[in-house]
């Protein structure tokens, strides 16, 4: 009996690790309500509702705000700005990794500043383009530099784990250039850009809300969370917390279920044919 068990678990592979996504939904909303509560037990512990308001406030100023047109407009507005920071940051990376993937000489050359832009606190580097550049162009341009060392530290890695022989018969048949880099290298290296750009969304729109929180950019989620905090809407705080919860969700899951969605259609097809 036993073994006809470890055959039959040996036969689904796959079960196991279809309970495990199925049980995320609900850790997650597990994970809702235990912050919900750590947040009312906070509020009875420090006997402070005004810093810790009820639950069922910060429901009410979630559906507020999230059926609001002016919410969404703002929120389009820092979304704007990070897909900007991203296409900067992706161009630059793209650039920086193919040299790093290739030349070891170019990879030790960079090392130090992209440990740099890794390490450096935000508000140091925030301050710093403050003083270089106009304030509405500040939420951009920090995020971009801060996302910069994710992209080409994917490049370069993606590159170096291409089989040389591979790319040595290709550049014997069409020689080094523009074709190449994006009909070989980027293919090859697709699956360690996409990670890349999972992890670098959803920091990416932690970055320009802070920045925008900093530079007091009008207009935008940052600008709206100072505001609630400067006339002590804690429970519009709240809120604002949620609905960047839910845009984080969105940018970083959304891509990954549609690619999946792609590759699950093709391959149908391929197999239909």
């Known amino acids: 009996m036993i073994s006809t068990m470890w055959r039959n678990k040996k036969r689904n592979p796959d079960q196991k690790g279809g309970s495990r996504k199925s049980r995320e939904p609900l850790a997650f909303c597990l994970g809702l309500l235990l912050a919900a509560a750590l947040i009312q037990l906070a509020g009875q512990v420090k006997g402070d509702g005004l810093v810790f308001p009820g639950i069922e406030v910060i429901c009410r100023a979630f559906l507020r705000l999230l059926f609001s047109g002016h919410t969404w407009m703002i929120a389009a507005n820092s979304l704007g700005r990070l897909l900007v920071s991203m296409a900067i940051a992706t161009a630059l990376g793209v650039t920086l990794g193919l040299a790093e993937g290739m030349s070891d000489f170019i990879r030790a050359l960079l090392r130090p500043l992209m440990h740099l832009l890794r390490s450096i606190p935000m508000i140091v580097l925030v301050v710093i383009i403050m003083v270089l550049m106009p304030y509405q162009r500040v939420p951009v341009t920090a995020s971009s530099l801060i ?69 007091q950019t009008r207009n935008s989620l940052g600008k709206a969370i100072y505001s609630s905090s400067y006339f002590n809407e804690y429970q519009d705080i709240y809120a604002y917390a949620l609905i960047m919860i839910l845009l984080v969700l969105l940018i970083g899951e959304l891509p990954g279920w549609m690619l999946r969605l792609y590759e699950r259609r093709k391959t149908g097809k391929s197999a239909g044919d």
């Open 147 to 215: 996302l910069l060392p994710i992209i080409s530290e994917a490049v370069s890695e993606g590159c170096r784990r291409i089989e040389p022989e591979l790319i040595d018969v290709y550049r014997l048949n069409s020689g080094f250039g523009p074709r190449i880099v994006l009909h070989i290298y980027l293919p090859l290296m697709g699956g360690y850009l996409r990670q890349a750009w999972v992890n670098a969304a959803g920091m990416g729109l932690r970055l320009v809300i802070s920045t925008e929180y900093l530079v």
